[in-house]
Structure formats: structure tokens, C-alpha cells
């Protein structure tokens, strides 16, 4: 699991070693908090297998969806490195597989072994510059643009073939799908009534299944 967290990717075998002592696993049930909004952080969380929402609760009890975290995802994105309360409450969509490696313990390594401390902020410092280039792209597109996007990444990230099918475990609603990219329940109603329409996907109550996968990338591309 280290060896294909991106974080970890320029360690050799004797540092993803000293890693592996301290990292802890843990599996986390469907509709399961993990951490609370501004709790102390505790550690760093790797999704082996899994998808997670982040969101944040405004002062009339509202819910807004700051971002979805599938498979290979690191959160919180505030990281290692920064000594700040939780920044929002994550809940396990489904049942969820992590890797958690505990900040206290994690700086402790890195003061033993500085190559590591390197090594991490050199990728992290990619990383950061790779979300600014995708979030400059996602913000350039429209709503249909966006919600296309984000079906085909859960397709990818979390869907589970069937035959031609691709079933998506989704336990959200479509105002919380519309909260995600910044739009609004009504867009995303329409699209998905003609998507259905089209044949190229399903909707259930927690599921979401595409039947064409060649058809809902071409839409994308319309």
C-alpha cells in the first residue's frame, strides 16, 4: 500500500520501511464519521479502497460538500505539515479501507531521518501544482462539463464492472452531487433525466450504473 501512495513515491525500501512501523490500518463502515471539523489533527488519512466526503456544516445546520475522496486519495490536504484543526468533517460514503499514519509520530520519523522530510515536501510541492492546473481547468468548463467529469471519475476510481456495466455506489443525492462542483440540483436533475433517456445511464437510489461508457464521454466532448 506505501509503495503506491504518491507521497511516498521517491522513498526507498529502508525509509518505506521506517513508514510502515508507525502506519495504522483501519476500515471505516459505510456512513461513518472519521474525523470531526475542527478536532485536533491526529493523523493523515490514505484511501486504500473507499470513497469519502469532506464537507462543512455552516451556522443554520447546512451541509456543503467541499470534495469527494476516492481511492489513492491523501487527506486531509493540509498534510504533514501543518498544525492546524481538521478543516472539515469526512464520513465514509461506503465501506471504506484507510491507511492513517499519525502526525506526532510521523514528525518523530522525519527528525530521525531528515531524507524523508525532502523527499515528501519535493512531491508535495508537485502535487499542489498539479490541483492548481486541474482546478484552472475544472472551473473553465461548464456545470454538464463538470458533473461528466465526476461520473467518470468515480467510474474509474470506484466503479465495479458488471458485463457492459459499470455500477457506481453512490449513497448521495443529487442536491449533494450539485454541491460538489458548484452547481445547482436542477442542472444535474436535467442531465441525468437525459442521460436516462439516452440509454447511457441508470439511476437508483444509491447507484448510479453507466450502460455506455463510449456514450457519456462523448457527451463530454459535445
Known amino acids: 500500500m506505501l509503495q503506491q501512495v504518491p507521497l511516498f513515491r521517491d ?13 495504522i490500518y ?23 479502497d473507499g470513497l469519502v466526503k469532506a464537507y462543512k456544516t455552516d451556522e443554520e445546520g447546512h451541509e456543503q460538500i467541499v470534495s469527494l475522496l476516492q481511492t489513492g486519495d491523501m487527506f486531509p490536504h493540509t498534510g504533514f ?11 465514509a460514503l461506503v465501506d471504506t479501507h484507510l491507511l492513517a499514519i499519525p502526525v506526532h509520530a510521523f514528525e518523530q520519523l522525519i527528525l530521525a531521518m531528515p531524507s524523508i522530510a525532502i523527499k515528501v ?30 461520473l467518470l471519475q468515480l467510474a474509474d476510481k470506484h466503479g465495479k464492472e458488471e458485463g457492459s456495466r459499470i455500477h457506481i455506489e453512490l449513497p448521495m443525492t443529487n442536491q449533494e452531487l450539485a454541491n460538489t462542483i458548484g452547481t445547482s440540483r436542477e442542472t444535474v436533475n436535467r442531465l441525468l433525466n437525459q442521460l436516462k433517456k439516452e440509454r447511457i445511464v441508470e439511476t437508483h437510489r444509491s447507484e448510479i450504473i453507466i450502460l455506455d461508457m463510449y456514450g457519456l464521454k462523448r457527451w463530454r466532448e459535445r
Do not use: C, W
Not at 492548481?132 to 461528466?148: D, P, S, V
Open 11 to 23: 522513498l526507498n525500501q529502508q525509509e518505506l520501511a521506517r513508514v510502515e512501523e508507525i502506519a
Open 26 to 48: 483501519r476500515v471505516f463502515r459505510k456512513k461513518t464519521t472519521i474525523f470531526m471539523e475542527g478536532s485536533e489533527k491526529e493523523a493523515v488519512f490514505f484511501i486504500q
Open 81 to 91: 505539515f501543518n498544525q492546524t484543526p481538521y478543516p472539515a468533517t469526512t464520513e
Open 121 to 150: 515536501i519535493d512531491v508535495m510541492g508537485a502535487k499542489i501544482r498539479e490541483l492548481q492546473q486541474k482546478l484552472q481547468q475544472f472551473t473553465g468548463h461548464n456545470a454538464n462539463f463538470r458533473i461528466l467529469s465526476l
